[in-house]
């Protein structure tokens, strides 16, 4: 998935499960905030999904959040970031790559990805696309009827 349907699965996750949205909506985006870089510009991994795809990763970022920050932004957080890597599994089965959740402990196959943004968008299939627009809008569709009956 790509950033509209991250924000929105977080979102509606958030409401769902009565979670802190700051934590929901900042953790929806950390893992690409951070992978992204470390393969597109700096190219130290083979592909755009580690390290920060992972379980370590989001229990790591996790207990420093609710250390930081308290254990409402850290239920957010938790969130957030687990909604990504599910929309990321998901996506990972219409398109080429996948995650890697138990990295580094368990030994992956990995799929060298693409470096940048145009080549990764040329990644994704009109399935996965379509996919990601009927998250967008339904969490688009979703906010404006909360917005409405305010």
Do not use: Q
């Not at 932004?73 to 890697?100: F, M, Q, T």
């Not at 030994?107 to 299939?125: E, I, K, Q, V, W």
């Amino acid at each position: 998935m790509i950033f509209p349907g991250h924000v929105a699965a977080a979102a509606m996750a958030g409401r769902v499960l009565r979670a802190d949205m700051r934590g929901a909506l900042a953790a929806s985006m950390f893992p690409d905030l951070v992978d992204k870089p470390v393969r597109w510009l700096l190219r130290l991994t083979p592909n755009d999904r580690i390290p920060a795809h992972t379980a370590l990763a989001m229990v790591l970022t996790w207990s420093f959040v609710r250390l930081a920050f308290g254990p409402r932004l850290a239920k957010g957080w938790l969130v957030g970031y687990g909604s990504h890597l599910l929309c990321d599994e998901i996506n990972a089965h219409l398109n080429p790559g996948r995650i890697y959740l138990w990295w580094p402990f368990r030994r992956y196959a990995m799929h060298t990805g693409p470096t940048g943004l145009a080549a990764s968008l040329n990644d994704f299939s009109s399935a996965s696309l379509a996919v990601e627009a009927s998250v967008a809008l339904v969490g688009l569709w979703s906010w404006l009827r909360r917005r409405a009956t305010r």
